[in-house]
């Protein structure tokens, strides 16, 4: 959802504040200008490329996968503040999810050959100029390659993103090799990668170790088909771990669960509005308690997770989280009770949104009550610690930190929803009756940034079996460029990190503390692969073609992870430029009993094909849940967990 007025109201302000702090000029280095201790030599055109990259590991046999992430020198900001690598440094691995980032002086990856962004199949190819091979397996991964369209020339990145997230804990080598200018030429290795390749080196050259530790790579390469001829660049990463990824959620949720036992946590009702609209008969608000694992009492925002000892998520003695919640309550439910079902917010937003006309009418149409809390961490109250954090990227760790925070939050309301809100007056009728069906299962339904957010939640939840993800994706990296929402954040960036060069290295480092807190962390255990503790899920994805908000490239990469099925036909022929629409995303027609993708095509202009947002035609964002056979599709599946056709047999389409 687009941001409200009083949240670009509050951004406008910050903005000019750190307009004011970074206009002094400032002589710190850029990535570009680092050559201290840490930085790779074999990408010379910023310290912290190629990326990701085990150079920057540790060997480490106490964790699943034997390395950690050691980053010893980052970034700078334009008022010289380093990054302080800490928090990065506690993973064992980099993203699934992560775009693998080099700079290739005059690369024309046209020229090239490379798989781009419309022939993912392009990238499997054996001659592929660009290769991903999984070390262990020799399985080669799909990707499709771009240059940053934001960026001048001699600070364009190349940016390779894996189609399907890649195999935690599994180590990735990757070949650039026979790439090409403009006018055909091949591009040869730059003087430091030249010299690795050649003879062995004294021990006493500065590149030996680099050396050494390539020829492992170079190994492993050959091993599978891709020899040194035409070799521009090589390098090689380790994906992080599933308990690198979940680990600090799942130790929040068990501990959290285990003192909790079978009962509702503690609740208050602090208000109740009756007779509403036509929709709705009854909204009930109020709080829930939850116990915070966040640094400061209450965990507002700006506060990090309080750990102990052992480094693991740890109360501070008595910490709660007051969880606010807002339900809608539907006139249906005084004749027959309603199913309970949490909602997810939009971007930046508040419990608030549950009360919008979409949602109240999937309540009032099909007999859900809708709960909502607020993602903390990405909600209303955490605008100025968002922008604050983009201006100093150390402090992004308290996003991601609240953002787990979060989805224990949810985990609490929905136990309340469940176990103890039918034992209230506000949720029963005039004779005492339940106002909620106690015998169904509860479920989860959220769009946009509660789409996103809602696959993450959706994979820790023991309680959450089905779940519906409105206009969703995964990985923010990807997304930030890619969205309309994006731009005014990006003003923060291009002050405080004005090398575009940088800001990519900068969103490829959120990442991986973003994955501890949405989907793309998360992805690989949404539905057939659970996480310890919970059960295999089902979730049923809707998907506005030509979104302004939500790039729907994330949310393909998003469907083959988890493993779901596209209703097909996709679209009109000819509406996709794919060479393959839908590559490696498995169809359905009629019905499916499983995860699934409904692309929702309302007529608006195909999303460009750089790493830029829609700036043609209206917005579909919102289309799909403001469609009544959308909403159908999704209480048939909420309830049954069937997928259903009700596009007559043809293409999702919708009249705006």
Known sequence: MRLSQRILSALTAVVASVALLTAVPQAAPSAAAETGDGCDPIDPAACLLPFPNDWFTVRDARTPTGRRVHLRTTLKNALGVPVSPDEWNR????????????????VDLTRTGAAPITDIGASLRRDAPIVIVDTATGERWPYWAELDANAPDDRKALIVRPARNLREGH???????????????????????????????????????????????????????????????????????????????????????RELGGRSPSFAVTQVTD???????????????????????????????????????????????????????????????????????????????????????MAAEHGFMFCATKWIGMADEDVPNVVGALADLTRFRTVADRLQQSLLNFTFLGRAMTRGFARHQAFQDGAGGSLIDRRAELTYDGNSQGGIMGGALTAVSPDVRRAVLGVPAMNYSTLLNRSADFPQFGRILDMSY??????????????????????????????????????????????????HQVAPVAAEVE????GARVHAPVVTPGRSPDKVPYWGIPAFGSSHSGSAMVV???????????????????????????????????????????????????????TP
């Open 275 to 361: 007779d509403v609209d036509d929709k709705i008969a009854r909204e009930v608000k109020g709080v829930v308690w939850a116990p915070s694992y966040l640094d400061q009492p209450g965990g507002p925002p700006g506060s990090s997770l309080h750990r102990g000892r052992d480094g693991a998520p740890s109360r501070l003695p008595g910490n709660a989280q007051a969880v606010p919640f807002q339900c809608e309550i539907p006139r249906s439910a005084f004749t027959e009770p309603a199913r309970p079902a949490l909602y997810g917010h939009g971007l930046l937003g508040s419990e608030g949104e549950v009360d919008a006309g979409n949602v109240k009418a």
């Open 498 to 547: 004005p090398d575009k060069l940088d800001q990519q290295i900068g969103f490829a480092l959120l990442q991986l503390l973003w994955d501890r807190g949405e989907a793309n962390g998360y992805a690989s255990h949404m539905t057939d692969d659970p996480l310890p503790g919970t059960p295999r899920h089902r979730v049923l994805m809707h998907v506005a073609f030509g979104d």
């Open 600 to 654: 929702w095509d309302s007529g608006s202009p195909v999303p460009p094909l750089t790493n830029t947002p829609p700036a043609e035609g209206r917005d579909p964002h919102a289309d799909p849940r403001g469609n009544a056979e959308a909403r159908r599709q999704k209480a048939v599946f909420l309830t049954t967990g069937r997928v259903v056709d009700v596009c007559g047999g043809g293409p999702c389409v919708i």
């Open 91 to 106: 993973a064992d691995g980099f993203s699934p999810g992560s775009m693998l980032l080099s700079r290739v002086p005059g």
């Open 559 to 562: 469907a083959r992870t988890i």
């Open 171 to 257: 180590r990735y080598a990757v070949a650039l090799r026979n790439l090409r200018d403009a006018s055909g030429t091949v591009i040869e290795p730059n003087g430091a990668f030249a010299k690795i390749l050649g003879p062995r080196l004294p021990d006493d050259d500065p590149l030996a170790v680099r050396q050494r530790q390539e020829r492992k790579v170079l190994a492993a390469l050959d091993r599978h088909g891709v020899g040194r001829d035409g070799l521009y660049l090589a390098w090689d990463f380790t994906v992080a771990s599933r308990q690198s990824l979940a680990g600090q959620a799942l130790h929040m949720r068990d501990e959290a669960l």
